[in-house]
T-cell receptor
Framework: AQSVAQPEDQVNVAEGNPLTVKCTYS??????LFWYVQYPNRGLQFLLK??????LVKGSYGFEAEFNKSQTSFHLKKPSALVSDSALYFC??????????????FGSGTQLTVLP | KAGVTQTPRYLIKTRGQQVTLSCSPI?????VSWYQQTPGQGLQFLFE???????NKGNFPGRFSGRQFSNSRSEMNVSTLELGDSALYLC?????????????FGPGTRLTVL
Protein backbone atom coordinates (compact mmCIF):
# COMPACT_ATOMS: atom_id res chain seq x y z
CA ALA A 1 0.00 0.00 0.00
CA GLN A 2 1.21 3.48 -0.75
CA SER A 3 1.83 5.98 2.00
CA VAL A 4 3.06 9.50 2.69
CA ALA A 5 4.88 10.67 5.77
CA GLN A 6 5.15 14.25 6.92
CA PRO A 7 7.43 13.91 9.94
CA GLU A 8 6.79 17.36 11.38
CA ASP A 9 3.36 18.29 12.70
CA GLN A 10 4.47 21.89 13.17
CA VAL A 11 7.11 24.07 11.51
CA ASN A 12 7.86 27.57 12.73
CA VAL A 13 9.97 29.98 10.72
CA ALA A 14 10.67 33.70 10.88
CA GLU A 15 9.39 35.92 8.10
CA GLY A 16 12.00 36.36 5.40
CA ASN A 17 13.80 33.14 6.25
CA PRO A 18 13.74 30.09 3.97
CA LEU A 19 11.25 27.38 4.81
CA THR A 20 11.17 23.64 4.25
CA VAL A 21 8.27 21.28 4.81
CA LYS A 22 9.32 17.64 4.61
CA CYS A 23 7.62 14.76 2.84
CA THR A 24 8.64 11.18 2.16
CA TYR A 25 6.61 8.63 0.27
CA SER A 26 6.26 4.93 -0.42
CA UNK A 27 4.65 3.72 -3.64
CA UNK A 28 4.86 0.92 -6.17
CA UNK A 29 5.94 2.15 -9.54
CA UNK A 30 6.54 5.73 -10.54
CA UNK A 31 5.04 8.30 -8.19
CA UNK A 32 2.99 11.34 -9.02
CA LEU A 33 3.57 13.78 -6.16
CA PHE A 34 1.55 16.81 -5.12
CA TRP A 35 1.56 19.58 -2.57
CA TYR A 36 -1.63 21.24 -1.37
CA VAL A 37 -2.24 24.04 1.11
CA GLN A 38 -5.28 24.51 3.33
CA TYR A 39 -6.25 27.77 5.00
CA PRO A 40 -8.68 27.76 7.96
CA ASN A 41 -12.23 26.77 7.04
CA ARG A 42 -11.27 26.30 3.41
CA GLY A 43 -10.72 23.43 1.03
CA LEU A 44 -7.32 22.45 -0.27
CA GLN A 45 -5.52 24.52 -2.88
CA PHE A 46 -3.11 22.95 -5.34
CA LEU A 47 0.47 24.26 -5.13
CA LEU A 48 2.59 22.09 -7.41
CA LYS A 49 3.15 18.59 -8.72
CA UNK A 50 5.91 16.29 -9.91
CA UNK A 51 5.15 13.98 -12.80
CA UNK A 52 8.46 13.41 -14.54
CA UNK A 53 11.49 15.34 -15.76
CA UNK A 54 13.30 18.02 -13.83
CA UNK A 55 13.59 17.13 -10.15
CA LEU A 56 13.00 20.75 -9.11
CA VAL A 57 9.39 21.75 -9.58
CA LYS A 58 8.18 25.33 -9.31
CA GLY A 59 4.65 26.13 -8.25
CA SER A 60 2.30 28.82 -7.05
CA TYR A 61 3.15 31.67 -4.65
CA GLY A 62 6.92 31.17 -4.97
CA PHE A 63 6.92 27.61 -3.68
CA GLU A 64 9.08 24.88 -5.14
CA ALA A 65 9.71 21.24 -4.35
CA GLU A 66 12.58 18.88 -4.99
CA PHE A 67 11.97 15.28 -6.00
CA ASN A 68 14.63 12.88 -4.74
CA LYS A 69 14.06 9.35 -5.97
CA SER A 70 16.83 7.71 -3.95
CA GLN A 71 15.56 9.22 -0.71
CA THR A 72 11.88 8.92 -1.77
CA SER A 73 11.36 12.51 -0.71
CA PHE A 74 9.52 15.51 -2.06
CA HIS A 75 10.25 18.42 0.26
CA LEU A 76 8.46 21.73 -0.19
CA LYS A 77 10.59 24.87 -0.08
CA LYS A 78 10.37 28.62 -0.34
CA PRO A 79 13.37 30.96 -0.28
CA SER A 80 11.70 33.69 1.77
CA ALA A 81 8.67 33.00 3.96
CA LEU A 82 5.73 35.38 4.34
CA VAL A 83 3.34 35.63 7.27
CA SER A 84 0.56 34.88 4.78
CA ASP A 85 2.16 31.48 4.09
CA SER A 86 0.97 30.31 7.51
CA ALA A 87 -1.37 27.40 6.79
CA LEU A 88 -1.68 23.62 6.81
CA TYR A 89 0.35 21.89 4.10
CA PHE A 90 -0.36 18.43 2.70
CA CYS A 91 1.83 16.20 0.59
CA UNK A 92 0.08 13.57 -1.55
CA UNK A 93 1.03 10.69 -3.84
CA UNK A 94 -0.61 8.49 -6.41
CA UNK A 95 0.71 6.00 -8.94
CA UNK A 96 -0.64 4.35 -12.05
CA UNK A 97 -0.45 0.91 -10.49
CA UNK A 98 -3.74 -0.90 -10.26
CA UNK A 99 -6.39 -0.71 -7.59
CA UNK A 100 -6.05 1.47 -4.55
CA UNK A 101 -2.68 2.81 -5.68
CA UNK A 102 -4.51 4.98 -8.17
CA UNK A 103 -6.19 6.94 -5.41
CA UNK A 104 -4.60 10.08 -4.05
CA UNK A 105 -3.06 9.36 -0.65
CA PHE A 106 -2.35 12.30 1.64
CA GLY A 107 0.12 12.81 4.43
CA SER A 108 -1.02 13.90 7.87
CA GLY A 109 -0.28 17.54 7.21
CA THR A 110 2.23 20.07 8.56
CA GLN A 111 1.11 23.28 10.20
CA LEU A 112 3.41 26.06 9.05
CA THR A 113 3.58 29.20 11.14
CA VAL A 114 5.56 32.16 9.87
CA LEU A 115 6.41 34.55 12.68
CA PRO A 116 6.60 38.29 11.95
CA LYS B 1 -14.41 29.56 -14.45
CA ALA B 2 -16.36 28.76 -11.31
CA GLY B 3 -14.68 26.50 -8.79
CA VAL B 4 -15.97 23.36 -7.13
CA THR B 5 -19.10 24.05 -5.14
CA GLN B 6 -20.43 22.01 -2.26
CA THR B 7 -23.79 22.24 -0.58
CA PRO B 8 -24.69 22.62 2.15
CA ARG B 9 -21.67 24.17 3.83
CA TYR B 10 -22.80 23.17 7.32
CA LEU B 11 -25.04 20.41 8.61
CA ILE B 12 -26.11 19.29 12.04
CA LYS B 13 -27.68 15.86 12.34
CA THR B 14 -28.40 13.40 15.12
CA ARG B 15 -27.25 9.82 15.42
CA GLY B 16 -29.19 7.39 13.27
CA GLN B 17 -30.22 9.94 10.69
CA GLN B 18 -28.98 9.98 7.13
CA VAL B 19 -27.47 12.82 5.15
CA THR B 20 -26.85 13.68 1.50
CA LEU B 21 -24.07 16.02 0.44
CA SER B 22 -23.80 17.55 -3.01
CA CYS B 23 -20.85 18.54 -5.17
CA SER B 24 -20.72 20.39 -8.48
CA PRO B 25 -17.34 20.05 -10.21
CA ILE B 26 -15.56 22.61 -12.31
CA UNK B 27 -17.12 22.84 -15.75
CA UNK B 28 -15.56 20.24 -18.04
CA UNK B 29 -14.21 18.09 -15.22
CA UNK B 30 -15.53 14.57 -15.36
CA UNK B 31 -13.93 13.07 -12.28
CA VAL B 32 -15.15 13.70 -8.75
CA SER B 33 -13.52 12.40 -5.58
CA TRP B 34 -14.71 12.59 -2.00
CA TYR B 35 -12.59 12.81 1.14
CA GLN B 36 -13.27 12.86 4.85
CA GLN B 37 -11.11 15.14 6.96
CA THR B 38 -10.92 14.78 10.74
CA PRO B 39 -8.33 15.97 13.26
CA GLY B 40 -7.53 12.42 14.28
CA GLN B 41 -7.47 10.58 10.95
CA GLY B 42 -6.50 13.39 8.62
CA LEU B 43 -7.61 13.25 5.00
CA GLN B 44 -9.08 9.91 4.03
CA PHE B 45 -10.22 8.93 0.56
CA LEU B 46 -13.83 7.87 0.26
CA PHE B 47 -14.46 7.24 -3.44
CA GLU B 48 -13.83 8.49 -6.94
CA UNK B 49 -16.32 8.71 -9.79
CA UNK B 50 -15.75 9.16 -13.49
CA UNK B 51 -18.44 9.16 -16.14
CA UNK B 52 -21.06 8.04 -13.62
CA UNK B 53 -18.99 4.99 -12.60
CA UNK B 54 -17.24 4.46 -9.31
CA UNK B 55 -13.58 3.98 -10.20
CA ASN B 56 -12.07 3.60 -6.77
CA LYS B 57 -13.24 3.19 -3.20
CA GLY B 58 -11.54 3.75 0.12
CA ASN B 59 -11.87 1.75 3.33
CA PHE B 60 -15.17 3.03 4.62
CA PRO B 61 -18.22 1.02 5.66
CA GLY B 62 -21.15 0.52 3.35
CA ARG B 63 -23.05 3.29 5.13
CA PHE B 64 -21.06 5.64 2.93
CA SER B 65 -22.20 5.68 -0.67
CA GLY B 66 -22.08 7.99 -3.61
CA ARG B 67 -23.15 8.52 -7.14
CA GLN B 68 -22.41 10.72 -10.11
CA PHE B 69 -24.88 12.10 -12.57
CA SER B 70 -24.56 12.59 -16.31
CA ASN B 71 -23.65 16.26 -15.81
CA SER B 72 -20.76 15.13 -13.55
CA ARG B 73 -22.40 16.45 -10.40
CA SER B 74 -21.98 14.07 -7.51
CA GLU B 75 -23.70 13.26 -4.26
CA MET B 76 -22.55 11.26 -1.30
CA ASN B 77 -24.87 9.73 1.24
CA VAL B 78 -24.18 8.59 4.77
CA SER B 79 -26.85 6.47 6.40
CA THR B 80 -27.33 5.65 10.07
CA LEU B 81 -25.06 8.45 11.20
CA GLU B 82 -22.62 7.87 14.05
CA LEU B 83 -20.86 10.41 16.25
CA GLY B 84 -17.59 9.51 14.54
CA ASP B 85 -18.94 10.66 11.19
CA SER B 86 -18.56 14.26 12.32
CA ALA B 87 -16.02 15.67 9.90
CA LEU B 88 -15.30 18.03 7.04
CA TYR B 89 -16.28 16.31 3.81
CA LEU B 90 -14.33 17.54 0.83
CA CYS B 91 -15.15 17.08 -2.81
CA UNK B 92 -12.52 17.42 -5.51
CA UNK B 93 -12.77 17.44 -9.28
CA UNK B 94 -10.28 16.81 -12.06
CA UNK B 95 -10.39 16.43 -15.80
CA UNK B 96 -10.03 12.67 -15.77
CA UNK B 97 -9.69 9.99 -13.13
CA UNK B 98 -6.68 8.37 -11.56
CA UNK B 99 -3.76 10.00 -13.29
CA UNK B 100 -1.38 12.92 -12.87
CA UNK B 101 -3.99 15.66 -13.12
CA UNK B 102 -4.24 17.74 -10.00
CA UNK B 103 -7.51 17.82 -8.14
CA UNK B 104 -9.39 21.01 -7.36
CA PHE B 105 -11.14 21.05 -4.03
CA GLY B 106 -14.36 22.61 -2.89
CA PRO B 107 -14.73 24.41 0.45
CA GLY B 108 -16.20 21.34 2.10
CA THR B 109 -19.32 20.47 4.05
CA ARG B 110 -18.91 20.53 7.81
CA LEU B 111 -21.06 17.72 9.25
CA THR B 112 -21.73 17.60 12.97
CA VAL B 113 -23.46 14.53 14.38
CA LEU B 114 -25.01 14.96 17.83
Amino acid sequence: AQSVAQPEDQVNVAEGNPLTVKCTYSVSGNPYLFWYVQYPNRGLQFLLKYITGDNLVKGSYGFEAEFNKSQTSFHLKKPSALVSDSALYFCAVRSLSSGSARQLTFGSGTQLTVLP
Amino acid sequence: KAGVTQTPRYLIKTRGQQVTLSCSPISGHRSVSWYQQTPGQGLQFLFEYFSETQRNKGNFPGRFSGRQFSNSRSEMNVSTLELGDSALYLCASSLVAGNYNEQFFGPGTRLTVL
